[in-house]
Protein backbone atom coordinates (compact mmCIF):
# COMPACT_ATOMS: atom_id res chain seq x y z
CA UNK A 1 0.00 0.00 0.00
CA UNK A 2 1.51 3.26 -1.01
CA UNK A 3 1.17 6.52 0.96
CA UNK A 4 -0.32 9.48 -0.82
CA UNK A 5 1.51 12.57 0.64
CA UNK A 6 -0.84 15.84 0.83
CA UNK A 7 1.03 19.31 0.94
CA UNK A 8 -0.66 21.54 3.36
CA UNK A 9 -0.87 24.89 1.25
CA UNK A 10 0.41 27.87 3.54
CA UNK A 11 -2.35 29.60 5.51
CA UNK A 12 -3.21 33.16 4.05
CA UNK A 13 -3.13 36.42 6.29
CA UNK A 14 -1.95 40.11 6.61
CA UNK A 15 1.85 40.76 7.41
CA UNK A 16 2.66 43.58 9.63
CA UNK A 17 3.52 46.01 7.51
CA UNK A 18 0.10 45.55 5.19
CA UNK A 19 -1.36 45.72 8.90
CA UNK A 20 0.51 48.98 9.57
CA UNK A 21 -0.60 50.13 5.91
CA UNK A 22 -4.45 50.05 6.71
CA UNK A 23 -3.87 51.80 10.23
CA UNK A 24 -2.47 54.37 8.75
CA UNK A 25 -5.18 54.71 5.40
CA UNK A 26 -7.94 54.60 8.24
CA UNK A 27 -6.48 57.25 10.55
CA UNK A 28 -6.26 59.92 7.59
CA UNK A 29 -9.67 58.83 6.07
CA UNK A 30 -11.20 59.27 9.59
CA UNK A 31 -9.33 62.87 9.80
CA UNK A 32 -11.19 63.93 7.37
CA UNK A 33 -14.45 62.76 7.22
CA UNK A 34 -15.24 62.60 10.96
CA UNK A 35 -15.39 66.40 11.07
CA UNK A 36 -17.26 67.23 7.97
CA UNK A 37 -19.37 64.21 8.76
CA UNK A 38 -20.01 66.39 12.41
CA UNK A 39 -20.59 69.37 10.26
CA UNK A 40 -22.98 67.84 7.92
CA UNK A 41 -24.96 66.50 11.00
CA UNK A 42 -25.15 69.96 12.85
CA UNK A 43 -26.10 71.84 9.11
CA UNK A 44 -29.07 69.69 8.44
CA UNK A 45 -30.06 70.03 12.49
CA UNK A 46 -30.12 73.82 11.77
CA UNK A 47 -31.43 73.61 8.59
CA UNK A 48 -34.35 71.75 10.45
CA UNK A 49 -34.82 74.26 13.82
CA UNK A 50 -35.00 77.00 11.32
CA UNK A 51 -37.10 75.60 9.22
CA UNK A 52 -39.70 75.34 12.04
CA UNK A 53 -38.89 78.22 13.17
CA UNK A 54 -40.25 79.68 9.70
CA UNK A 55 -43.25 77.50 9.23
CA UNK A 56 -44.58 78.63 12.61
CA UNK A 57 -44.10 82.49 11.74
CA UNK A 58 -45.63 82.31 8.58
CA UNK A 59 -48.70 80.05 10.67
CA UNK A 60 -49.06 83.31 12.70
CA UNK A 61 -49.29 85.51 9.97
CA UNK A 62 -51.74 83.26 8.07
CA UNK A 63 -54.02 83.44 10.79
CA UNK A 64 -53.94 86.80 11.59
CA UNK A 65 -54.55 87.38 7.86
CA UNK A 66 -57.90 84.59 7.44
CA UNK A 67 -59.65 85.54 10.84
CA UNK A 68 -58.77 89.35 10.65
CA UNK A 69 -57.45 89.48 14.25
CA UNK A 70 -54.17 90.02 16.05
CA UNK A 71 -52.18 87.01 16.35
CA UNK A 72 -48.77 87.11 17.82
CA UNK A 73 -45.43 84.56 18.40
CA UNK A 74 -43.25 85.07 21.13
CA UNK A 75 -40.07 83.59 22.83
CA UNK A 76 -41.74 81.05 26.02
CA UNK A 77 -39.90 79.49 28.35
CA UNK A 78 -42.23 76.63 29.20
CA UNK A 79 -44.04 76.48 25.75
CA UNK A 80 -45.52 72.86 26.10
CA UNK A 81 -46.94 73.61 29.95
CA UNK A 82 -50.53 73.51 30.48
CA UNK A 83 -50.50 77.42 30.58
CA UNK A 84 -47.95 78.62 28.48
CA UNK A 85 -46.57 82.03 28.60
CA UNK A 86 -44.45 84.45 26.75
CA UNK A 87 -41.23 85.43 28.74
CA UNK A 88 -39.13 88.50 28.37
CA UNK A 89 -36.29 87.18 26.90
CA UNK A 90 -35.05 87.61 23.13
CA UNK A 91 -33.37 83.70 23.20
CA UNK A 92 -36.57 81.67 21.75
CA UNK A 93 -34.44 78.59 21.89
CA UNK A 94 -36.43 77.53 24.72
CA UNK A 95 -39.54 77.55 22.66
CA UNK A 96 -42.30 79.32 21.30
CA UNK A 97 -45.44 79.99 21.31
CA UNK A 98 -48.31 81.55 18.69
CA UNK A 99 -51.46 82.72 19.50
CA UNK A 100 -54.62 84.46 18.77
CA UNK A 101 -53.51 87.47 20.61
CA UNK A 102 -56.90 89.47 21.24
CA UNK A 103 -55.86 92.24 23.56
CA UNK A 104 -53.02 92.75 21.04
CA UNK A 105 -51.03 92.70 24.62
CA UNK A 106 -48.61 89.53 23.89
CA UNK A 107 -49.19 87.78 26.81
CA UNK A 108 -51.23 85.07 26.00
CA UNK A 109 -54.48 84.17 28.17
CA UNK A 110 -57.54 82.47 27.98
CA UNK A 111 -59.95 84.64 30.26
CA UNK A 112 -59.24 87.51 27.45
CA UNK A 113 -60.02 84.92 25.01
CA UNK A 114 -56.90 84.00 23.21
CA UNK A 115 -56.34 80.36 21.44
CA UNK A 116 -53.10 79.07 21.05
CA UNK A 117 -52.25 77.99 17.51
CA UNK A 118 -48.95 76.23 17.98
CA UNK A 119 -46.52 75.73 20.61
CA UNK A 120 -42.71 74.42 19.58
CA UNK A 121 -40.61 72.90 22.27
CA UNK A 122 -37.17 74.13 23.43
CA UNK A 123 -34.52 72.87 21.40
CA UNK A 124 -32.72 69.55 22.21
CA UNK A 125 -28.89 70.66 21.04
CA UNK A 126 -27.38 74.05 22.47
CA UNK A 127 -27.91 76.15 19.66
CA UNK A 128 -28.73 79.31 20.42
CA UNK A 129 -31.84 81.81 18.32
CA UNK A 130 -31.98 84.72 19.57
CA UNK A 131 -34.30 87.83 18.00
CA UNK A 132 -32.55 91.08 17.43
CA UNK A 133 -33.07 94.55 15.97
CA UNK A 134 -31.39 97.73 15.13
CA UNK A 135 -33.29 98.93 18.59
CA UNK A 136 -32.55 96.40 20.60
CA UNK A 137 -33.81 92.74 21.30
CA UNK A 138 -37.28 91.30 20.79
CA UNK A 139 -39.42 88.98 22.25
CA UNK A 140 -42.08 89.05 20.33
CA UNK A 141 -43.60 89.73 16.74
CA UNK A 142 -47.37 90.47 16.79
CA UNK A 143 -49.20 90.15 13.08
CA UNK A 144 -52.05 92.33 12.21
CA UNK A 145 -55.17 91.55 10.20
CA UNK A 146 -53.46 92.76 7.06
CA UNK A 147 -50.57 90.86 7.59
CA UNK A 148 -48.15 93.37 9.16
CA UNK A 149 -45.61 93.00 11.77
CA UNK A 150 -45.88 94.81 14.89
CA UNK A 151 -42.91 93.79 17.23
CA UNK A 152 -42.61 94.57 20.64
CA UNK A 153 -39.45 94.24 22.87
CA UNK A 154 -39.87 93.71 27.05
CA UNK A 155 -40.24 97.88 27.16
CA UNK A 156 -41.35 98.79 23.84
CA UNK A 157 -44.59 99.93 23.93
CA UNK A 158 -47.63 98.63 21.63
CA UNK A 159 -47.06 102.08 19.01
CA UNK A 160 -43.82 100.64 18.19
CA UNK A 161 -43.34 99.06 14.53
CA UNK A 162 -39.90 97.09 13.74
CA UNK A 163 -38.67 94.52 11.83
CA UNK A 164 -35.98 91.92 13.31
CA UNK A 165 -33.65 89.05 12.54
CA UNK A 166 -33.69 85.63 14.37
CA UNK A 167 -30.04 84.85 14.29
CA UNK A 168 -29.39 80.84 14.45
CA UNK A 169 -25.90 80.03 15.95
CA UNK A 170 -24.80 76.45 16.90
CA UNK A 171 -22.69 75.73 20.09
CA UNK A 172 -19.43 76.91 18.81
CA UNK A 173 -20.71 80.38 17.19
CA UNK A 174 -19.36 78.99 13.88
CA UNK A 175 -19.94 82.38 11.61
CA UNK A 176 -20.08 79.73 8.72
CA UNK A 177 -23.04 78.04 9.53
CA UNK A 178 -24.92 81.13 10.59
CA UNK A 179 -28.67 80.87 9.88
CA UNK A 180 -31.60 83.30 9.99
CA UNK A 181 -35.10 84.80 9.54
CA UNK A 182 -35.55 88.42 8.21
CA UNK A 183 -38.89 89.83 9.18
CA UNK A 184 -40.27 93.07 7.23
CA UNK A 185 -42.83 95.47 8.69
CA UNK A 186 -44.89 94.26 5.83
CA UNK A 187 -44.30 90.54 7.46
CA UNK A 188 -42.58 89.24 4.36
CA UNK A 189 -40.15 86.61 5.35
CA UNK A 190 -36.51 85.82 4.19
CA UNK A 191 -35.01 82.92 5.60
CA UNK A 192 -30.80 83.60 4.84
CA UNK A 193 -27.86 81.87 5.70
CA UNK A 194 -24.05 82.62 5.04
CA UNK A 195 -23.49 79.96 2.40
CA UNK A 196 -26.79 81.88 0.51
CA UNK A 197 -25.91 85.48 1.11
CA UNK A 198 -29.87 86.80 -0.28
CA UNK A 199 -29.49 89.42 2.08
CA UNK A 200 -26.46 90.67 4.40
CA UNK A 201 -24.97 88.18 6.26
CA UNK A 202 -26.46 86.86 9.49
CA UNK A 203 -25.44 88.65 12.61
Not at 14 to 39: N, R
Not at 48 to 64: C, K, P, V
Not at 73 to 84: G, R, V, Y
Request: net charge negative.
Amino acid sequence: MSTVCRHRKPAGGFTIVELMVVIVIVAIISVFAIPSYKGLMTQNRMAGEMNDLSTDIELARSAAVKQGLTVTICASAAPTSATPTCNNSAEWNTGWIAFIDVAGNQTFSTATGDTLLRAHGPFTSSDTLVFSTTGGTLNSITFNRMGGTTSFGATANNSDTNTGTLTLHDATNNPTWHRCVIVSEAGTMTVDSEQNQQQASCP
